[in-house]
């Protein structure tokens, strides 16, 4: 780990607010070489400084991937940090190309000494890890969750989730505190229905009096939210279709039960909640449970021994001035408390250490709606006349699981598909014909990249990436299956250029929803990892998934 921080300065043009900023070193090492963190504006999110472990230094919005970064120079000279050579620039200008900026300048500077930024540098590896920090595994999570894709969750199956991360060794022991979520859903989901109550009545005022209905476009939603603007950037409830589908979602919102069991959460409270689910676990820990009760609350002094436990630089003054400003916030009007309720003091200490959370969290994913405009717009109608498109969801894929079992445990059943996908019976199928059979038959399953990976892993490669054979065809159906899933649910397109480790292996089994406890997975990665090569490619996982759900219809079809 570095001990200075970076400061990149004089970028003008484009992404200049993305580029320029203070970058502070982080509690870890990425390619051998240190790397830092931006996050002096919430609005833009976390953006990162690092080494691609070839030749460059790049500053991504994602820590591991240089190939889509704003700004980078060679790193070819050796050099542990973008300050030492002298190197030169490479920005993106405003038409697309690349080109050297001579004016900006990487510096050395001292490291921040706030004792929040410094327990959050601290805690953001482990966060990292648990897939709480990058876009996408935040997006992959809520895929699992949100069964029906429809912007909500069932609070019962986030719990299950998490339940399952810890239980499968992907999450530490003890983060699945049934006490602890109570807290949590007090504290993100009531806030959440408060939210709804008003924009509904607001809705209803607006719905009421059709001269105040203005024709303006939605505002832009921001990527990254804070606390204190969590409801800002809310959509204009303008056009009448618009209007009422936004009024059946706050509707459905606003009467959630106040019990847990049957709670929702939506989309965008989905990251922040999952922020608290962390934090209140964490600072739970860090006091002392054998004297704790948090019936009666916390006092300066517990204060001391949670920050002493997670290691945030601290002094009497500092504890007395924190203390202060915390009962004041949870005293009545203003008045301080000698001891403020657990929930109160994990709510401050998270506010403090991580204020900012990604209520958008895929937005950078183009929409199907976006795309059918820009063709519309290149094109004209008739491109689009006669094609749909509908978000894929888990549930999608359950049903399509039922049906494929039931299909391939019926060899007259199996047979009549061959005979489909084997129009001129000459005894080999190409993929072509079998994808045009799932589009009418499983449509969930027409993902053509997934498709030609299931043929090259049923088929053993050999330049066969195209046709199977009859005794093949339940094996590739299993394999288009799983690939179709699990490319959906992890954002994947090429498979075998993507190693997981074995904490990766226990998350991503987690989210698939592996029965498998901690011990048995690490000794499924070592049968999985053949070369003890310490990783396995993202292929092999899904080969490895589909041996160990669905062996007993992988079998020849005579």
């Known amino acids: 780990m570095a001990g200075f921080a970076l400061e990149i300065r004089d970028r003008v043009g484009r992404y200049e607010k993305f580029i320029n900023g203070r970058y502070e070193p982080m509690q870890m090492v990425h390619n051998k070489k240190g790397c830092w963190v931006a996050r002096d504006d919430a609005i833009r999110g976390p953006r990162y400084l690092f080494h691609t472990g070839k030749s460059r230094w790049v500053i991504s919005s994602r820590i591991d991937d240089g190939t889509r970064c704003w700004i980078y120079r060679s790193g070819n000279d050796g050099s542990m940090d973008p300050s030492d050579g002298g190197g030169i620039w490479n920005c993106i200008d405003e038409d697309g190309s690349w080109s050297v900026d001579s004016k900006v300048k990487c510096e050395q500077k001292p490291a921040a000494t706030d004792q929040y930024i410094q327990a959050r540098l601290k805690m953001e590896h482990e966060m990292r890890k648990l897939g709480l920090i990058d876009s996408s595994y935040i997006r992959q999570m809520w895929r699992r969750a949100s069964e029906n894709g429809n912007d909500f969750a069932k609070l019962t199956q986030v719990h299950k989730m998490v339940d399952d991360f810890v239980k499968r060794g992907a999450w530490p022991s003890k983060f699945n505190n049934v006490n602890i979520f109570s807290h949590i859903h007090d504290k993100t989901i009531v806030a959440g229905k408060k939210e709804a109550d008003r924009l509904v009545a607001q809705t209803r005022a607006v719905s009421s009096n059709p001269a105040k209905t203005t024709a303006a476009t939605e505002p832009a939603k921001p990527a990254v939210g804070t606390e204190q603007e969590a409801d800002k950037g809310k959509p204009e409830m303008t056009a009448e279709g618009n209007k009422q589908l936004k009024l059946g979602l706050l509707d459905n919102l606003q009467k959630t039960s106040k019990t847990e069991e049957s709670a929702l959460i939506h989309k965008q409270e989905f990251h922040r909640y999952m922020l608290h689910v962390y934090w209140f676990h964490k600072l739970w820990q860090s006091l002392d449970e054998a004297t704790f009760n948090k019936d009666k609350g916390v006092d300066d002094k517990m204060m001391k021994r949670g920050f002493d436990d997670l290691q945030i630089p601290n002094t009497s003054d500092f504890i007395a001035k924190e203390f202060a400003s915390m009962s004041e916030a949870a005293g009545d009007k203003g008045k301080p408390v000698q001891e403020v309720p657990f929930i109160e003091y994990c709510k401050y200490v998270r506010q403090r250490i991580h204020p900012d959370f990604q209520a958008e969290f895929d937005a950078d994913l ?36 039922v049906r494929l079992r039931t299909l391939l445990q019926d060899d007259v059943a199996a047979r009549f598909l061959w005979d489909r996908v084997d129009f001129n019976g000459n005894g080999f199928a190409p993929v072509d014909e079998i994808d045009r059979y799932l589009a009418q038959e499983i449509p969930v399953l027409n993902h053509r990249p997934a498709l030609s990976r299931a043929c090259i892993k049923t088929t053993g490669g050999g330049g066969r990436s195209d046709w199977v054979q009859k005794k093949e065809i339940k094996r590739f159906m299993v394999h288009a299956f799983v690939f179709n899933k699990l490319y959906w649910l992890f954002d994947q397109v090429e498979g075998e250029e993507r190693r997981m480790k074995l904490e990766d292996f226990k998350l991503c089994s987690a989210l698939c929803g592996s029965d498998l406890k901690e011990e048995q997975l690490e000794q499924e990665f070592r049968e999985v990892d053949s070369n003890r090569g310490g990783t396995v490619t993202f292929d092999d996982f899904c080969v490895d998934w589909a041996k160990k759900k669905w062996s007993e219809v992988m079998t020849d079809l005579s």
């Open 366 to 401: 183009t929409s199907p709606e976006v795309a059918t405009k820009s063709i519309r717009k290149l094109a004209d109608n008739k491109h689009t006349s006669d094609s749909f498109w509908k978000i894929k969801t888990w549930s999608d894929f359950n049903m399509a699981e």
